[in-house]
């Protein structure tokens, strides 16, 4: 049989796979597959779905914020903040569509604090000059 162990695992969760045939996924270079005994490989991968299919079963698939791939030893090791997993493609496209609009309103906040930030910094460095105190 050709079949490899996948290790799954996230800052709370983790789970061993046995007998994996085929993992199939996305990074910065296009889609890529992997199979029992591919060679020595890393990659990460940005958010979205990945899916993988263990000896005979259907399709798994995996919503994530982005991982770590790592192949070796015929074990390949998915590290990631959180992910998850399900058979229903449908219901998997619906949890990323949410975790994205999530991810993209974290961003937005994330980018608005250091503006914030920016023009306070601005500001006091403007009212030191004009008191005449050293900047440095």
């Not at 199939?24 to 060679?39: C, L, N, Q």
């Not at 998850?84 to 496209?93: G, H, L, N, P």
């Not at 604090?113 to 306070?120: A, D, F």
Request: charged share 20%; hydrophobic share 40%; aromatic share 12%.
């Amino acid at each position: 049989m050709n079949a490899f162990d996948f290790y799954l695992q996230s800052a709370s969760q983790y789970e061993q796979i046995k007998y994996v045939e085929s993992f199939v996924a996305e990074d910065d270079s296009g889609s890529f597959g992997i199979m029992a005994g591919h060679t020595r490989f890393m990659t990460t991968l940005p958010l979205g779905l990945a899916r993988y299919r263990c000896s005979g079963g259907d399709w798994e698939y995996l919503a994530l914020p982005g991982a770590l791939v790592y192949f070796k030893n015929n074990s390949l090791t998915l590290s990631t903040r959180h992910y998850f997993r399900s058979s229903d493609y449908a219901m998997m496209s619906d949890v990323l569509q949410t975790q994205l609009l999530h991810e993209e309103g974290n961003l937005r906040k994330i980018k608005h604090s250091l503006h914030q930030m920016e023009e306070e910094m601005l500001k006091r460095m403007w009212q030191l000059h004009r008191s005449g105190a050293s900047l440095l």
